[in-house]
T-cell receptor, first 111, second 113 residues
Framework: DAKTTQPTSMDCAEGRAANLPCNHS???????VYWYRQIHSQGPQYIIH???NNETNEMASLIITEDRKSSTLILPHATLRDTAVYYC????????????FGKGTKLTVNP | EAQVTQNPRYLITVTGKKLTVTCSQN?????MSWYRQDPGLGLRQIYY???????DKGDVPEGYKVSRKEKRNFPLILESPSPNQTSLYFC????????????FGQGTRLTVV
């Protein structure tokens, strides 16, 4: 599975959009981009995933560049409860199903 | 409610005393997995199972055993716990079909003294 690079930490004001970047320059054609988050030692929580098209659900939007070498997770109106570590993971569907977690980005939403 | 349930949530034990951490899911998922999380090392996979009676080692399997006799349960067994197994443990489950996400339990904080 391709490796990912994320900033160690980011800050965002409450009510503003949080844009979390992820680089995955070695991604291959059949690898998906997944985002999970972990709130203070709770179990990781799935947010969204995509292959090459932009995706949106009730939690967030995922923007994948045309060359698929990077992506951005967007939380449109961040709240204090969005403070968490966000993990960008690239993996192949139908493989070992193993999620390889990097160090993620610690997002702090400030009042 | 769809969930992955781990028990116990907290456990303090002594070196060498066998213990089992249970994991159960109610979503009929084929795939289940155990992770441990340590400061500075992140989440690392211990074992995983693609279906009943099928288990495989992850990245850090030493000192652990698992079994998958039923689809819903995937217990993690520490035959002779040691202090370096003090960690936060997570169980996860998911479908093996394409385009699906994993669901995680709330974690078990284990301390071995």
């Amino acid at each position: 599975d391709a490796k990912t690079t994320q900033p160690t930490s980011m800050d965002c004001a409450e009510g503003r959009a949080a844009n979390l970047p992820c680089n995955h320059s070695t991604i291959s054609g059949n690898e998906y981009v997944y985002w999970y988050r972990q709130i203070h030692s709770q179990g990781p929580q799935y947010i969204i995933h995509g292959l090459k098209n932009n995706e949106t659900n009730e939690m967030a939007s995922l923007i994948i560049t045309e060359d698929r070498k990077s992506s951005t997770l967007i939380l449109p109106h961040a709240t204090l409860r969005d403070t968490a570590v966000y993990y960008c993971i690239v993996r192949t569907q139908g493989g070992s199903e193993k999620l390889v977690f990097g160090k993620g980005t610690k997002l702090t939403v400030n009042p | 409610e769809a969930q992955v349930t781990q028990n116990p949530r907290y456990l303090i034990t002594v070196t060498g005393k066998k213990l089992t951490v249970t994991c159960s899911q109610n979503m009929n998922h084929e795939y289940m997995s155990w992770y441990r999380q340590d400061p500075g090392l992140g989440l690392r996979q211990i074992y995983y199972s693609m279906n009943v009676e099928v288990t495989d080692k992850g990245d850090v399997p030493e000192g652990y055993k698992v079994s998958r006799k039923e689809k819903r349960n995937f217990p993690l067994i520490l035959e002779s716990p040691s202090p370096n197994q003090t960690s936060l443990y997570f169980c996860a489950s998911g479908q093996t079909a394409a385009n699906t996400e994993a669901f995680f339990g709330q974690g078990t904080r284990l301390t071995v003294v």
